[in-house]
T-cell receptor, first 112, second 123 residues
Framework: NFMLTQPHSVSESPGKTVTISCTRS????????VQWYQQRPGSSPTTVIY?????PSGVPDRFSGSTDTSSNSASLTISGLKTEDEADYYC???????????FGGGTKLTVL | QEQLQESGPGLVQPSETLSLSCTVS??????????WGWIRQPPGKGLEWIAS???????FYNPSLKSRLTISVDTSKNHFSLRLSSVTAADTALYYC???????????????WGRGTLATVSA
């Protein structure tokens, strides 16, 4: 099955924009939807992006998702950073061949 | 408001079987459009999908754990369960139950999570 690789950590200042990447190791990123989950310390994950670029109700439009077949990766972009965005972010997709759900290793976002 | 609540033993002896249960409240587990699953998170580490099951019994397993796993669903009790055999310290983790939505109006994602139950493997 494929792997999803994320940077271990990113940091940016409040009000700025940050992008977190998620690279698929084999097979096309376009084959299956990519989801993004936010996990604040001590809390369960919640969805910020589903189906590559859709936001659940209640998620601010500062969060956006995209995919790029040339780099075989998905990206989560957070604009107008707030201290409350500080969290771990996980990408997730589905492996048709192995019939299993796959998570990236997670990225720790620090807003300083 | 629909909720998921995990339950488990807390402490498990090495080589024994970890048994976990997830109770669905506020809604029926017997609905089309959902898979019910388990995801774990070792202390300080990332998320790992373990297994998922449909109320019909159709199930999927993480290939790396499959030989030690059994997932089941009990629609009469509105809950689903996981058994992980031959546990080692590497199985120590916070175990979440989560719902995978396949409904167009809700989107395809893990849209509902429990708070997690910590399982520690230690003698």
């Amino acid at each position: 099955n494929f792997m999803l690789t994320q940077p271990h950590s990113v940091s940016e200042s409040p009000g700025k924009t940050v992008t977190i990447s998620c690279t698929r190791s084999s097979g096309s990123i376009a084959t299956n939807y990519v989801q993004w989950y936010q996990q604040r310390p001590g809390s369960s994950p919640t969805t910020v992006i589903y189906e590559d670029n859709q936001r659940p109700s209640g998620v601010p439009d500062r969060f956006s998702g995209s995919t790029d077949t040339s780099s075989n990766s998905a990206s989560l972009t957070i604009s107008g950073l707030k201290t409350e965005d500080e969290a771990d972010y996980y990408c997730q997709s589905y492996d048709n061949n192995k019939q299993c759900w796959v998570f990236g290793g997670g990225t720790k976002l620090t807003v300083l | 408001q629909e909720q998921l609540q995990e339950s488990g033993p807390g402490l498990v002896q090495p080589s024994e079987t970890l048994s976990l249960s997830c109770t669905v409240s506020g809604g029926s587990i017997s609905r089309t459009g959902y898979y019910w699953g388990w995801i774990r998170q070792p202390p300080g580490k990332g998320l790992e999908w373990i297994a998922s099951i449909h109320y019909s019994g159709n199930s999927f397993y993480n290939p790396s754990l499959k030989s030690r796993l059994t997932i089941s669903v009990d629609t009469s009790k509105n809950h689903f369960s996981l058994r992980l055999s031959s546990v080692t310290a590497a199985d120590t983790a916070l175990y979440y139950c989560a719902r995978w939505s396949m409904l167009d109006r809700q989107g395809w994602h893990f849209d509902l999570w429990g708070r997690g139950t910590l399982a520690t493997v230690s003698a």
